[in-house]
C-alpha cells in the first residue's frame, strides 16, 4: 500500500513540475532550461521556512511560492526581451548559477551534504508522524487544486494572451497588450507551481541536497512535458503519471537495477524523437511544439 | 495642421537600412509625407519593394525611422507623435493592423481568435476572474459581441466553403499511429466545452465552428477572421497590409465590404496598402503612390491610376 501511495505522490509533484513547465511551453512558447532551479529554490526556501523561522505550513509555502516567484524575475527582467535561442541559453546559465551555488555555499544549503531532518509541518492535522497516507491526501488536494488554479489561469483572459503570444507574438503586441509584461508574469507563475512542489518534495522526503534539482532534472521535467503533450491540461497530467510509472513497469519486468536507468533513459530518448517524428504534439497534447 | 479632419499625419518620415556585410545600406523611405483623412478610405500603391510594408512598420512602432515624425490626432484632438512609442503603446492609442503575412492565431479557435481583439485589458490580470465577478459578466459579453462580429464577417463563407476538420493533422495521422486517433477526439471534445466560460455560446455548442482552430480555415477566411478581430477592438485608425491579396474573388468581395462597413458604421479611418486596383477605384477615397521609397503622385484614386506615369511604371500600360 505504501508503495502505491508513494507512486501517487510522486506523481501529484510531477505535475506541478510539468503543469509549471507547459505554462511556459506550450501557453507561452517560452523554452526554459532552468525549471529544476525554481523546484530547488523553492524547496530550500521551505527548509528556510520551516526550520529558521518555524513557520507552519501556510505560511511557509506561501514564503516559498512568492520568494521563488521573485527570484524568477531575476532571469526574467534581463532576458526575456531577447528572443528563442538567446532565453534559452540565458536559462541554461541560469540553471547552472543556482546549482553551483547549492552545491558550494556551505553555510547556506549545506552543500553536497545536504539538509536532513526537514520537518513536516502538520496540515489540517492530516499529517501524521508515519506521514505517506497523510501526504497522499495532501499532495493529491494540491495537485487537483493545482489543477483547478491552472485551469482557471489558462482559460481566462490571461491565458487567452499567453497562447497569443505562443502562435504570433507580433500580433499581440499590435493589440496593444505589452507582451514583456506577460511573459514575465508567466515566468514567475511557472516558478510559483514549481515552488510548490519544491515544498512537497522537502516536506515528504525529509532530506533534500543539490542533486536533485540539476541541469538534468530540468531537461527531465521538459521532456516529460513534451511527451504527454502540452497546450493543455490532460498532456500535462499524463506526463507526469507516465515518466512516474515508467521505471516502475522496468522494474516489474526485471531489468537488473545496474542497467535500468540507461533503459529508461534510451526509452525517453527514443520516445521523444518518435514523438518528434510523428507526432509533435506530444500523446495527449493540443499544441505542436515548433522550436 | 488641423486635426479635426486628418487622423494621421506622417510629415519628412526616412528610414536607411544598413546592409549587412558588404551590402550597400539603402534608403527605403525618403522623406514621405502623407495625411490620412478621418472616417475615409485612403489607399497606398506602389511596386513590391517600394517600401510600403516598411512604412507601416514605422507607423506602428516596429521600426524606428531615421527621421520625420508621425502625428497622430485621438477623438478628443489630443496629439501623439507616434514616432518614439512602442508598439503596443501605439496601438493602444485605437491604431490596428492587419499585417501582409500574419492573420491568425494558428492554434486558437475562431471565437478566441475575435476574443482577443477585443480591447478590454481589465481582468487580463492572472487570476482577475476569481478576484472579480465582473470579469466573468465582461467576458460573457465579450463571446456575445464576438459571436455577432463572426455572423457578420465571416457568416455565409463559413457554410459555403464546408471546412475540412484538421487537414494538417490528417496527413501524418493518416499512415501511422492510427491507433491513437479516438485520444485526439476524447482530448477535442474535452477541450471544447472547457475552453470558455459559461455564455450563451454554449447553447449553440454544436456550431462547433466557433471551436474549430484558426488553422483549419482557408487563407481568404483567416484573413476575414483578422479583420473581425479588428471589428472586435475599439479602433480609431487601421493599418491594412494587402488585405485582399491571395484571396479568391468572391471573398476580395467580402473583404471590401466589411472594409467599408467598418468605416461607415463604426466611422473608422482606414490606411490600407492594396495592389488590386478595382478595389482602390471601388472603395478607395484617397489614393497615394509610392515609388523607391517616395510618394510621387497623390489624389483621387481616378486621378492617380489615371495618371500617364503611374500607369506606366506601376501598371506597365
Ligand atoms: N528588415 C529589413 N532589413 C533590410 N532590408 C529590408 C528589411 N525589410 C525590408 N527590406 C527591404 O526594403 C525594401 C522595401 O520593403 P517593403 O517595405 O516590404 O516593400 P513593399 O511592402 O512595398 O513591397 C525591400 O527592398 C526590402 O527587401
Ligand atoms: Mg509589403
Redesign the interface.
Known sequence: MAYYLHILIMINIYILLILGMNLLLGYTNLLSLCHAAFYGIGAYLTVFALVKLNLTFFPALALACVGTMIASLVISLPSLRLHGDYFVLVTLGFMMVVFSIMYNCVPLTNGPYGISGIPKPAFLGLIKADGIPGYALLTTILSVGSIA?F???V????G??L??I???E??????????FFFKV?AFA?SAGFAAVAGFVYATYVTYIDPTSFTLDESIFILSAAIIGGT??I?GSIVGAIFVIIMPEIIRVIHIPDTIAPNVRQIIYGMLLIILMY??PKG??G???FKE | MNGTQTILEIDGISKRFHGRGNQESFLVLEDVDIEVKRGKITALIGANGAGKTTLFNVI?G?SRPDSGSIMFYDERVNTHNLVSMS??QI??LGI??L?QN?S?????SLI?NV???S?E?D????????LKKS?GVA?QHKVRMAEDIIGKVLGETCTETGLDPGEHQKE?WSQ??RF?QP?DRF?SR??RY????DTPLSKIIKNDVFFRDASDFSFGQQRLISLA?LFM?DHALLLLDEPTAGVNPQIVEKILTVIRQMVDESGISVFMIEHNMDAVLKIADHCYFMDDGTVTHFGSPADVLGNPKVRREYLGI
Do not use: T, W
Not at chain 1, 170 to 179: A, D, H, K, T, Y
Not at chain 2, 194 to 197: A, L, N, P, Q, T
Open positions: 488554479l485551469k482557471v489561469l482559460q481566462s483572459p490571461f487567452r494572451i497562447r497569443g505562443r502562435d504570433e507580433i500580433m499581440v503586441e499590435s493589440l496593444g497588450r505589452n507582451v508574469l507563475i497546450g493543455n490532460i510523428f507526432r500523446l495527449l493540443k499544441y505542436e | 506602428s516596429f508598439p503596443h496601438a493602444g490596428g493592423r499585417f500574419l491568425v492565431f494558428k492554434n486558437m478566441e476574443l482577443i481583439g480591447g485589458k481582468g487580463e490580470f492572472p487570476f482577475a476572474s476569481l470579469v467576458e501524418r501511422k499511429f491513437l485520444l482530448v474535452y477541450e472547457g475552453d470558455i466560460f478581430c477592438g
